[in-house]
């Protein structure tokens, strides 16, 4: 009967709206962190959750912050902008957070930051792009090196060794196109020409058609491939299976050892800009970075059996910031603590040393990206990389 | 009339509905769930067209996410490059999706079953890559921001007034929908739906009918992808990529293939229940695949036919 | 670019001819040749895909979503075993007798139960058995990207001026040895037979004595395997994780319905012709829109063959 329909049909939706059960409160301070820890960008956000996880378990184990402990809410919006709002509007209300550290990515991090700034709450991100702290926002934040300070360091790096006429192979997500945007605008600096450019699709298996288009191209002297995940390792391998030996760049995006794994013997030569926690055992020991990098790639190795990545290491520096300005402050309003934040100088962390300002929510520069290079089938740090 | 005849009226759902638009913010103890609320209606709006379609045209489209795509993406581009208002580029996305589906559907709907099934899911996925790839006009990979919407000089921004125009707006296509299964078109759907050789040997001009229901579903679609990004204030290519377009074709079969409340509530099943899994963690996708499989086994016309017809079986 | 000396003389890299004016010029066979290579490397699996999708559909009428998963279960099951310690051939065969059991289990406890209930309905069960089966690798599995050492050697094989990893050509001609086998199968025996005479009638085939269900095992069973198979040969050349098997699907249904959906020669044609497609859109045209091109070559094709290069007639009852 149609009625029943009807009847059936109203008490499902009605119920259904109401089960988004909310989480419980109690008396914590809750911090939040939506990632994208299933989808397109797992391979960023997964460990940036383990990361989260074993340090907000290691600080409450010594008893937590201004004698509180921290309860980490964690939503995995599954790559979708959509989603990452929904779950913003989620710990703001619901779960009536203090403060936020994630975005794994950014276009989650721009759905996100109405919620956030609105609600006034800090909002540090772990996303790459530029636009993510220029303009500056009050409540917005981000650790990770921008993709325009890749590029700068690359091509510093390329005109040190007399490279101009270079091409571009990049991946058509959002961490491969927006590095590449920057490139392109930041190469007339460096007087560096782009002669050809190609792409690729994020899960293609097999570049051969665009590499032998580039190898085809007889003034280029050096080729840049700015991407993350799978793609890189396999334009790496495609790049050897072809005979290409010119200087081949990677970008930050391949982010830990892994790469270096899968791509094999064709990573011979490669060099990319990186941060310190890469080559943590190398660093030498007046490095101020080093015991940081060390005691993060121990802890997470030790817990998670796998190999430490830069991705996991920003969630490890958004959370020590964000934990040292509620320090600080000695309390985790939301006001005092976004001061703090905004505070910190001479913070030592796997990203660099991290000095933020007023007009700066980011609070790295140049120096905090070392130019690494892959030979025998590890990471070694470039030694005199222009700056 | 009779308390029967008024709740035989053929549109008693629309009132059904339309109660429950009214009364379920008394529930709603902040924004959140007006959000939900909001991106129920709004997906059920896009569901219902492509109800429509693969419901009562038997057709089946696993592209129509591009048609999301177009529709919020219209929104974008309009204030951003055109400076159109916010409400003439609702019309206008609607008008280009119509305007598409009337283009592509003329060659794609004389193939069937899986064949049209692949020509749309290209469809689908070339609307996904233009608008990856062509970033001068769309913002590229990472979207584009979208301004809020503005009428007669009011703001409407933020959950809140979305779940108020969502959920008007499903209630009126709600309203188009039921009428067009009553009227002499939808009959002929219906037939066509049954058997496509018959009818066009009843001289049925089946082609014309199923472009027409092509072009509705488009702009049921473009509708509701503009007031996503309204609702976002951002958009990004993946609102027309191939997961989304399942997304959708998934809320149809669940809730019910040809019952226009089931597009509702195969939209409220497929918003709600990940927001309730996520305290799962990793389980979560599992149950998910385990949810959805079940549904299809115990309720496989869909959760309200099959709640209906085993009430049914109750009574008797 | 290097120059190698032969004999004194400084030579170009083997793509190159130096013209008769001296000028270097790209040889456009060897591109060729790349381009072909690339695509037909790609297109074996998206081939033995659509072959399983074909197998499945043709036993039993459904369109099985959950096919792509099979291959990222034969590659990642290898990569865990061999990571734990299992010799890789072992290892090998045990991915492929899981990615087997699954592929019954899905046959026996998803679609069976719902025998009857309409296409959309059965193809949305595939889907949620594809989204339970990526939840359970996430799990059980990690979400990183994997390979598996190559079967010959990493060292490409040069021909005519292009560079063939050799492991293409064991993928190349495994899925050959898979599609001779099949064919031999079905064609020859007994048992091939009764899979003909199943998927032609169903009912027929009962009333004949054929046990349809073991039939329709043997096709989820054997689509499995081929998947599987596909996934171990392929691994070493394009890696695997646990979410590769989404995009697959729906490439592989692309190559089965552009060969034409009931054909098993068809599905191999589709999905080896979908690589080249966008082998060649990649290298000569764009590399952004190559995905774009092969679909619009898909539909063009379906414009003019509706049933796809290789489909049967459709016959419909009225």
Not at chain 1, 74 to 95: H, K, W
Not at chain 1, 207 to 229: C, E, Y
Request: proline residues 4%.
């Amino acid at each position: 009967m149609k009625v029943l329909n009807h009847i059936v049909a109203a008490v499902s939706i009605g119920v259904s709206i109401l089960f988004a059960a909310p989480n419980q409160t109690w008396a914590q301070t809750k911090i939040g962190a939506v990632l994208s820890v299933t989808g397109p960008a797992s391979f960023l956000g997964d460990p940036e959750k383990k990361t989260l996880e074993i340090y907000v378990e290691a600080i409450n184990a010594q008893g937590g912050v201004n004698g509180q402990k921290l309860q980490l809410v964690v939503y995995d919006d599954g790559g979708d902008a959509n989603n990452a709002r929904t779950f913003a509007t989620r710990l703001v209300e619901e779960d009536k957070i203090v403060a936020m550290v994630g975005g794994t990515s950014t276009g989650s991090t721009l759905a996100m930051i109405p919620v956030f700034e609105e609600a006034q709450i800090p909002f540090i991100s772990l996303a790459g792009a530029v636009q993510i702290v220029e303009p500056v926002r009050k409540w917005v934040f981000k650790t990770p090196h921008t993709d325009r300070m890749a590029c700068e360091k690359i091509f510093a790096d390329l005109k040190h060794r007399n490279l101009t006429t270079i091409a571009i192979i990049s991946g058509t997500d959002a961490f491969g196109k927006s590095m590449r945007d920057q490139c392109v605008a930041v190469a007339p600096k460096f007087s560096i020409n782009i002669a050809h450019e190609e792409t690729y699709g994020p899960r293609d298996s097999d570049m051969t058609p665009q590499l032998t288009n580039i190898r085809n191209k007889t003034d280029v002297q050096a080729v840049v491939n700015t991407g993350f995940g799978q793609g890189p390792a396999i334009v790496t391998r495609n790049y050897r299976q072809l005979g290409i030996t010119l200087p081949l760049y990677q970008s930050h995006g391949v982010a830990s050892k892994q790469f270096i794994d899968l791509a094999g013997p064709a990573a011979e030569g490669v060099r990319l800009p990186a941060a310190a926690l890469l080559v943590a055992d190398k660093l030498p020991d007046s490095d101020p970075q080093k015991l940081v990098v060390v005691n993060y790639s121990r802890a997470y190795q030790q817990k998670t059996g796998q190999s430490v990545s830069t991705f996991g290491g920003h969630a490890y520096d958004g959370l020590m910031i964000l934990v040292q300005a509620m320090q600080r402050a000695k309390s985790a309003d939301k006001v005092p603590v976004r001061d703090e934040i905004e505070k910190t100088k001479g913070y030592i962390g796997t990203g660099g040393v991290v000095n933020m300002s007023p007009t700066d929510h980011m609070g790295l520069d140049l120096s905090a990206f070392r130019m690494l290079e892959i030979k025998h089938g590890d990471w070694t740090l470039v030694p005199d990389a222009g700056s | 009339m009779s308390m029967r005849a008024l709740l035989h009226h053929r549109l008693a759902p629309v009132a059904a509905i339309a109660v429950i638009l009214l009364l379920l913010p008394l529930l709603f103890p902040s924004t959140y769930y007006y959000r939900i609320g909001a991106l129920v209606f709004i997906f059920a709006l896009a569901s219902l067209g492509v109800n429509l379609l693969m419901g009562f045209a038997g057709q089946v489209s696993l592209g129509h996410a591009g048609f999301l795509g177009i529709g919020a993406y219209a929104v974008a581009i309009g204030a951003t490059h055109l400076g159109a208002p916010s409400w003439l580029s609702i019309l206008g996305g609607a008008s280009l999706s119509g305007l598409i589906a009337f283009i592509v559907g003329r060659p794609i709907l004389e193939l069937k079953g899986h064949y049209l099934a692949v020509a749309t899911l290209g469809f689908g996925l070339l609307v996904a890559i233009v608008l990856t790839n062509e970033a001068a006009w769309t913002g590229g990979p990472d979207g584009m921001l979208v301004p809020h919407l503005v009428l007669f000089g009011f703001p409407l921004r933020g959950s809140q007034a979305w779940y108020w125009i969502g959920g008007i707006t499903f209630v009126v296509g709600m309203v188009l929908a039921l009428n067009l299964i009553d009227s002499p078109t939808g009959r002929t759907l219906h037939a066509i739906h049954d058997s496509e050789v018959a009818s066009r040997m009843l001289g049925i001009d089946v082609a014309r009918h199923k472009l027409v229901i092509f072009v509705i579903s488009a702009i049921y679609a473009s509708v509701a992808g503009s007031y996503l990004a309204l609702l976002n204030e951002l958009i990004t290519p993946d609102v027309s990529g191939f997961l989304r377009s399942i997304e959708l074709v998934a809320m149809v079969v669940l809730g019910g293939m040809g019952s226009v409340i089931g597009s509702l509530v195969g939209a409220a099943l497929l918003i709600v229940l990940p927001q309730i899994l996520t305290i799962l963690q990793e389980y979560e996708q599992m149950v998910l695949g385990i949810v959805v499989m079940g549904f299809m086994i115990f309720l496989r016309q869909g959760i309200v036919p099959g709640i209906a017809a085993a009430l049914g079986r109750m009574r008797t | 670019m290097k120059k190698r000396r032969v004999g004194g003389v400084a030579c170009s890299p083997d793509w190159e001819t130096i013209g008769g004016d001296g000028a270097r010029r790209i040889d456009p066979m060897a591109e060729f040749l790349q381009f072909a290579f690339s695509g037909l490397t790609v297109g074996a699996v998206y081939a033995l895909v659509a072959l399983g999708f074909t197998l499945i559909y043709n036993a039993s009428g459904v369109v099985n979503f959950a096919q792509g998963e099979f291959v990222m279960l034969g590659g990642m099951s290898t990569v865990f075993l061999a990571l734990a310690g299992v010799p890789l051939p072992l290892a090998a065969l045990i991915a492929v007798i899981v990615a087997v059991a699954i592929g019954l289990a899905l046959h026996r406890f998803a679609i069976e139960p719902a025998r009857g209930a309409s296409a959309v309905t059965l193809i949305m069960i595939t889907i949620g058995a594809s989204i339970f089966l990526r939840g359970a690798a996430q799990i059980v599995f990690d979400k990183r990207f994997h390979s598996l050492p190559p079967l010959l050697g990493a060292d490409p094989i040069r021909f005519d001026g292009a560079a063939i990893l050799p492991q293409s050509l064991v993928v190349l001609a495994g899925a050959a040895i898979i599609v001779a086998l099949l064919w031999g199968v079905i064609d020859r025996t007994l048992l091939g037979k009764a899979v003909i005479a199943t998927a032609a009638n169903r009912l027929a085939a009962r009333l004949v004595g054929i046990n349809t269900r073991r039939i329709v095992d043997f096709s989820f069973g054997v689509s499995a395997a081929i998947g599987a198979i596909a996934g171990i040969l392929v691994t070493p050349i394009t890696l695997t994780s646990y979410d590769v098997g989404t995009l697959l699907a729906l490439k592989g249904f692309a190559g089965a319905m552009l060969g034409g959906i009931g054909s098993a020669f068809g599905a191999v044609v589709g999905g080896l012709l979908l690589g080249l497609l966008e082998a060649f859109s990649a290298g000569y045209i764009s590399s952004n829109y190559k995905d774009a091109v092969a679909f619009l070559v898909i539909l063009a094709v379906l414009f003019i063959m509706p049933r796809g290069l290789l489909g049967r007639a459709q016959v419909e009852r009225v």
